[in-house]
């Protein structure tokens, strides 16, 4: 198992083939933030909530953590962003040794640095994501995301983002929908009248959305 910390959050009769659901937080906060989302999963799921690797405060996060360190725009600095992909990747890879169970469909995604970790990961591993749920990241401008027809491949991706997003704005949110449908992704744009947050109906919308796509196999 990689060295990041997680949290579990497992049904009462885990089953084989189940849907492995993975949500990673923002900077600045930790494996807990995003845990109560697991009720409102698909029923069965398995839950996962990685730590990020790096701690935050030496780049001013506060006293969570971080998946890279950002610098400006959807330019996250390139060591970092590299380092805590290797990182996600080795904590996916040894995931399914950790479980009960052996699981079925990948769902990644998370919040701000979450998403965009997500999305970066999908992009770079074509086709392991059968969904990825983004919620107010961005498309990382850095030389491993690359938006292609082959990189997008039959994942799905949920994008939710508010109108009025001060922290990740609202337009990223434009120009990271508008490569990923050039590149033909299978992509739910949903857009709310809020900051930096997930709202309930946006939870709501994910997934319903989420249920579709897993139900259709």
Known sequence: MSDLVRRLVLPPDPREGAPLVVLMHGRGADEHDLA???????????????????????????????????????RPEPESFTRGQLALDAFLEALPGALP????????GGFSQGGTSAIAWALRHPGRATAVLNFSGFVATHPDVRVTPETVGTTGFFWGH??????????????????LRAAGAALEARDYRAGHTITPDELGDTMTWLASVLEAG
């Open 101 to 108: 169970v052996r699981p079925g469909p990948l769902v990644l």
């Open 162 to 179: 508010g109108t009025e997003d001060a922290s990740v704005p609202f337009a990223h949110a434009v120009t990271g929908r508008a490569a």
């Open 36 to 74: 109560g989302l697991a009720r409102h999963l698909p029923a069965g799921a398995l839950a996962v909530f990685p730590r990020a690797p790096f701690s935050g405060l030496p780049w001013g996060y506060g006293p969570g953590w971080a998946w890279y360190r950002f610098l400006e725009g959807t």
